[in-house]
């Protein structure tokens, strides 16, 4: 079901057995896996909107960051959903027996990066097997796993990565992870040139990232609520990226006001030129798709890579109930002309 500018959720108001009024409206949070941005920006735009309120529900956003760890709240119920990084920690909750699900994947692109110098003869992916790499401890532990499976990568390129790019930016013969929605600007602004971005999804790593999970008993007791936080989210993806989003930028300021307007206008171009939400499967079934195939094939490079155990039975780790519905696409062409 596509739904219409007005965002056409009455099906779920009615199962809700609500109004839109604030008495009636169901409280739910959603917790962040980092302090506000512009990579949060359709879940702030739903809630700048309306969209949420349109279906139902009263949500509210618990940004995390360093001091937060909003992960261990969802499955003893402090939090009612939580944005994921990518399916391994999805995978990992399986295994581990953790009542948690996987109900759509904003990000159809993993935004992992790594960079280079430029003019440095550093620029295709087979360059990089000739240079050094400073990487976090959970980028060598997850993708770096599989560049080794996959390309012929070895542990003796790896420096490790505090989260600095002084050192990069002193030695052009070296390169760095980051994401493409932060790290770049960064450098840009630091450094004075633009570097090299190699997006790893682009090379193969096809997992799903910023995903929303939420417990398992809430999907069998109350799938009204997930199916509008879903769509909700959906609706206010494609407002944020292709309608008017100085509401959501806003509210973003106002739980980070350390975050400029610079760089969300960074992050909001990257999104859009690398496809990290709108892209493949969701530009016919709706921001958020999500494919058994998909899964899968994220599933046995990750086995191959000695990251998962191939006993995980991680179908059950998501579900496609809420999504590729087509949500939102109709909006897209409207708000685009087209």
């Known amino acids: 079901m596509v739904l219409s500018r007005q965002f ?6 009615f199962a809700l057995g609500a109004t839109t009024s604030a008495q009636a409206l169901e409280k739910v949070s959603f917790g962040t896996n980092w302090v506000a941005q512009a ?10 909107d309306g969209t949420y309120e349109a279906c139902g529900l009263n949500v509210e956003i618990k940004p995390g960051g360093p001091q937060a760890n909003n992960r261990i709240l969802l499955p003893v119920g402090k939090i009612d959903f939580l944005m994921g990084g990518n399916m391994l920690q999805a995978f990992s909750a399986v295994e581990q027996d953790i009542p948690t699900v996987v109900v759509a994947g ?11 110098h430029p003019g440095e003869g550093l620029d295709t992916w087979e360059s990089l097997k000739e240079i050094d790499l400073l990487l976090g401890k959970g980028g060598l532990n997850s993708f770096y796993q599989w560049m080794k499976a996959e390309f012929g ?3 003796e390129q790896v420096k490790p990565y505090t989260f600095n790019s002084a050192p990069f930016l002193a030695d052009k013969r070296i390169g760095q992870q980051g994401y493409v929605t932060s790290e770049p600007y960064a450098i840009e602004k630091e450094g004075g040139f633009t570097p090299n971005i190699f997006l790893i999804a682009d090379h193969g790593y096809d997992t799903y990232a910023t995903t929303v999970e939420t417990r398992t008993e809430l999907v069998e007791t109350k799938p009204e609520v997930v199916k509008c936080f879903v769509e909700g989210s959906a609706i206010g993806w494609v407002n944020f990226l292709y ?5 959501a930028l806003e509210l973003i300021k106002k739980d980070n006001p350390g975050m400029s307007d610079e760089q969300m206008m960074f992050s909001i171009e990257k999104m859009k030129e690398y496809g990290i ?4 499967d969701a530009l016919e079934l709706g921001i958020g798709a999500m494919t058994d195939e998909r899964n899968k ?8 890579a ?10 059950k780790s998501y579900t496609l109930e809420f999504v590729n519905k087509g949500v939102g696409v109709d909006l897209k062409k409207k708000l685009l002309g087209n």
Do not use: C, R, W
Request: hydrophobic share 40%.
């Open 8 to 13: 056409g959720l009455a099906a779920a108001v």
């Open 39 to 48: 990579e949060h920006g359709g879940y702030y735009q739903a809630l700048a």
């Open 106 to 116: 904003h990000f159809q692109k993993e935004p992992q990066i790594l960079m280079t």
């Open 153 to 155: 990568f070895t542990d």
């Open 243 to 247: 309608g008017d989003n100085s509401k």
């Open 277 to 280: 939400v709108d892209s493949g």
């Open 297 to 304: 094939s994220f599933f046995d490079k990750m086995v191959a």
């Open 306 to 315: 000695g990251v998962v155990k191939p006993e995980v039975d991680y179908t």
